[in-house]
């Protein structure tokens, strides 16, 4: 069940991060693997894909793979691509291999759990990042994305131990913030969850998902008229009546002690 359907949040990310996006968390490129790694076709492979031209690049790096089928650089390319088209069996079924030729390789890790994420296999998710972590416990597409497995299993409080660790090495991350604010939110800890997202829209750099994770702050408070207010640099009227009526449903469900956290966190 997907209530949020204009939310600009984080998952937009890791998993735009699936593309993560995502928010496109931990973006270094993968070196190890065979030959394959310093071919003409997979540097247009990696490039076609920072264009967003997804299908083109998947094709590219399966060219690099007929030829060098122990490429870990292209099986994570094709992972990463066949992830943002939305075959993620295919992208696990490459990734996997990735990691069986590569095992200490962080980033086929991170990119194989957030897969799992938009699976909805978070638990296989949050092992996947623990892999990654012990691999690099500073990575922080890894951290940025165990919190966020963490809190759609509705265990925020360590999801925020998460958050905590992750702000503790990189205390300017947006998402790390933005996210950590969520989960308190969410969790009962409204107060200090708006105040660092209200902290965090203020800067200029604030991205679209920033704002909307306060104006769903703000509905979960039962601030309708502020998170309508907040939307309106970000949505048409039709958007923000929809986002107000999840909101709406969010919060009843939330007064009644259900778990929302796999409900806000997508």
């Not at 997804?54 to 994570?76: G, Y």
């Not at 008229?225 to 009546?241: H, S, V, W």
């Amino acid at each position: 069940m997907r209530l949020i359907t204009h939310m600009k949040h984080l998952f937009a990310p890791i998993l735009v991060a699936l593309s993560l996006s995502a928010c496109t968390l931990g973006t270094e490129t993968a070196t190890q693997g065979a030959s394959g790694g310093g071919s003409e076709t997979l540097r247009l492979a990696q490039a076609t894909s920072e264009a967003g031209d997804n299908e083109t690049a998947a094709r590219l790096f399966e060219k690099v793979l007929a030829v060098d089928p122990m490429s870990v650089p292209a099986l994570l390319g094709a992972g990463n691509s066949y992830a943002r088209m939305g075959q993620n069996s295919r992208a696990e079924a490459v990734l996997l291999r990735g990691h069986e030729l590569a095992p200490g390789n962080a980033e086929v890790l991170t990119t194989l759990a957030r897969v799992y994420l938009a699976m909805q296999q978070s638990e296989r998710a949050v092992d996947t990042y623990d892999k990654a972590l012990r691999v690099d416990r500073t990575n922080v597409a890894a951290l940025t994305g165990k919190g966020v497995a963490l809190d759609t299993l509705s265990r925020h409080k360590q999801a925020q131990g998460v958050y905590e660790d992750g702000l503790q090495l990189y205390p300017t991350n947006f998402i790390l913030r933005s996210n950590y604010a969520l989960s308190l939110a969410i969790s009962g800890d409204i107060v200090r969850g708006t105040a660092i997202l209200q902290e965090l829209v203020k800067d200029p750099a604030a991205a679209p998902y920033v704002r909307g994770n306060l104006a769903l702050v703000y509905g979960l408070d039962g601030r309708e008229n502020d998170a309508r207010a907040t939307l309106k640099l970000d949505l048409t009227p039709q958007e923000i009546e929809e986002n107000l009526a999840t909101y709406r449903a969010l919060r009843r469900m939330r007064l009644e002690g259900k778990q929302i956290g796999s409900l806000v966190f997508v």
